[in-house]
């Protein structure tokens, strides 16, 4: 799972191995998660998301699932594939951002992220 | 389709100079983001704008100042840069309330 520190947590799997990465949040007024794909010199990509009102989603290759008791997020990547070697985070709508006269829009805190290697 | 675009793609920068990163989206968001990135502490929000013509201060503003004349642009600028501002910078864009957010390819900038 993520964590705060220098050292970001690891994940290394064999290709075509299923792969879980784990996310703890802290905030249990979160409503709304999403995880990003980090390739290495590139900005965060979107994979899938999930809201509060759900446990589970499903996309392409990817599961998300949400544990709103114990504050746990995990994505399930099936059949891992060498181009998903990349740093994985997991954000949480962490509240809305006020602004005077305008309209909130949430607030996405960023865990630190989980370094995938997936080797041949 | 560009989406968002940033620049520079990275920059060296002596202390005390004043610099903006440049961002762009051609998404008509209404939101659009500041973030830095720093290995160890993921991504921090320095500030963000919920629509033209408004900003607020994210986590870590000290040093950054943000406009948004348009809906379109949305510089950051450091007034004096110092080195604890070495780091990679990233713009984001939503269009509505718990969207998620698109990411620019980063501005690498160190400060020396």
């Known amino acids: 799972g993520e964590s705060v520190g220098l050292h970001l947590p690891t994940l290394s799997v064999q290709e075509g191995d299923n792969s879980i990465i784990n996310c703890a949040y802290s905030n249990s007024a979160s409503d709304y998660f999403i995880w990003y794909k980090q390739e290495s010199g590139k900005g965060p990509q979107f994979i899938i998301d999930i809201r509060s009102n759900m446990d589970k989603r499903q996309g392409q290759r990817v599961t998300v699932l949400l544990n709103k008791t114990v504050k746990h997020l995990s994505l399930q990547i099936a059949a891992t594939q060498p181009g998903d070697s990349a740093v994985y985070f997991c954000?949480?709508?962490?509240?809305?951002?006020?602004?005077?006269?305008?309209?909130?829009?949430?607030?996405?805190?960023f865990g630190q992220g989980t370094i995938l290697t997936v080797h041949p | 389709i560009a989406g968002i675009t940033q620049a520079p793609t990275s920059q060296i920068l002596a202390a005390g100079r004043r610099m903006t990163l440049r961002c762009t989206q051609d998404?008509?968001?209404?939101?659009m983001y500041w973030y830095r990135q720093d290995l160890g502490l993921g991504l921090r929000l320095i500030h963000y704008s919920n629509t033209a013509g408004t900003t607020g201060k994210g986590e870590v503003p000290d040093g950054y100042s943000v406009s948004r004349a348009n809906t379109d642009d949305f510089p950051l600028t450091l007034a004096s840069a110092v080195p604890s501002q070495t780091s990679v910078y990233f713009c984001?864009?939503?269009?509505?309330?718990?969207?998620?957010?698109?990411f620019g390819q980063g501005t690498r900038l160190t400060v020396v």
């Open positions: 998404m008509r968001h209404n939101a």
């Open positions: 954000a949480e709508n962490a509240g809305n951002l006020a602004n005077a006269g305008g309209t909130s829009y949430g607030k996405l805190t």
């Open positions: 984001a864009s939503s269009d509505r309330v718990g969207a998620e957010a698109f």
